[in-house]
């Protein structure tokens, strides 16, 4: 088997693993389901870490998944209560509480490797945009439980895409995302993307299914960040990765990478979708599906100059924030 066919099956395998926070949020979300985590009952990062033998930092954003859902709420206290009818604070020892981790066990297990990557990986795209970071080997080794072996292997991976680099006294840092790179990003993803929808076969009716979809789209109102990514991501598989030429779909996924880490750390901290953004998207596909390809090219092109300053204005915003608490503590942020 060859270097780029291994690769690609290590990639496949990589999408289908679930991230250890979702494992989390699956668990969390299930015992709640089964009862077994009830109404008023003190849900704190800590015991579930502890649980689940999985990173606080892991826990919180699993916890901040499932508040989204209104499973559970804040109160004056530590921690969240489980929403229902009494919410009258309960405290009990989550050590030893009975608990359903069936499916838990089937996701995760012990970390691996795999699922190491994938919680590093979540936090280190989303780290550039608030300014350059080292990363501490041994404090990522501390917090997920295992060998510095593995975490160098999984930073060594990182290093392959592009994530993450070594400097001159071979620490592991995270470069900022400067106007410069998004600039260069963006003006390799006009190359790179335009080439592939010229070469793309479309497929004609999930296309037509998605425009109608923009096309109804509300304009005076703005649409929220899920249906926003969502959108973009089905935009990108069917547009730009449908090209037959296999390298030039893995290329072109690999710049857009960044961009959308950074889209999604920018909606993250309260910046809103942009709906423009979004109907571009729909004027190339009907142009697209007119059988107009040359001008489908020219439009995608002027939609990502436009997406470059767009997303340049926004990054301005973060020189003046703080990098959320969220972040675990191998990432040590620094000003310069």
């Known amino acids: 088997m060859g270097s780029s066919e291994t690769h690609r099956i290590e990639s496949e395998t990589l999408d289908k693993r679930v991230p250890l926070f979702e494992v989390a949020a699956n668990f969390i979300r299930n015992n709640i389901k089964l009862g077994h985590l009830y109404s008023g009952l003190v849900l704190q990062e800590g015991a579930l870490a502890d649980r689940l033998d999985m990173s606080r930092a892991t826990i919180k954003r699993a916890l901040e998944i499932i508040e989204g859902e209104s499973l559970i709420e804040r109160f004056s206290g530590r921690g969240f209560l489980v929403s229902g009818e009494n919410l009258t604070p309960k405290r009990v020892n989550l050590r030893e509480l009975t608990l359903d981790h069936d499916d838990s066990q089937e996701e995760s297990g012990k970390p691996s490797w795999l699922r190491v990557y994938d919680d590093v990986a979540f936090h280190v795209t989303r780290s550039p945009v608030f300014g350059r970071c080292r990363i501490v080997e041994a404090l990522v080794a501390e917090e997920y439980h ?191």
């Open 146 to 336: 295992v060998s510095r072996t593995i975490v160098r292997d999984v930073l060594a991976r990182l290093q392959e895409r592009g994530l993450v680099q070594k400097n001159r006294t071979s620490r592991w840092v995270v470069d900022p995302l400067s106007s410069k790179k998004i600039k260069d990003k963006y003006e390799l993803r006009k190359i790179l993307e335009v080439a592939a929808l010229a070469s793309s076969t479309l497929p004609y009716e999930p296309l037509k299914k998605l425009a109608q979809e923009i096309g109804a789209l509300p304009r005076e109102e703005q649409i929220t960040s899920d249906k926003w990514i969502a959108i973009d991501k089905q935009f990108f598989d069917m547009m730009i990765l449908s090209t037959p030429n296999e390298d030039l779909a893995t290329v072109a996924s690999n710049n857009k990478l960044a961009l959308e880490a950074c889209q999604s750390a920018l909606f993250s901290l309260g910046l809103p979708p942009d709906t423009q953004s979004i109907m571009e998207l729909g004027q190339v596909i009907e142009l697209a599906l007119s059988g107009s390809t040359s001008t489908a090219s020219f439009m995608l092109a002027q939609h990502l100059e436009k997406a470059c300053d767009r997303t340049i204005a926004q990054l301005k915003i973060t020189a003046i924030i703080q990098p959320p608490a969220e972040f675990p503590s191998y990432l040590q942020f620094s000003q310069s």
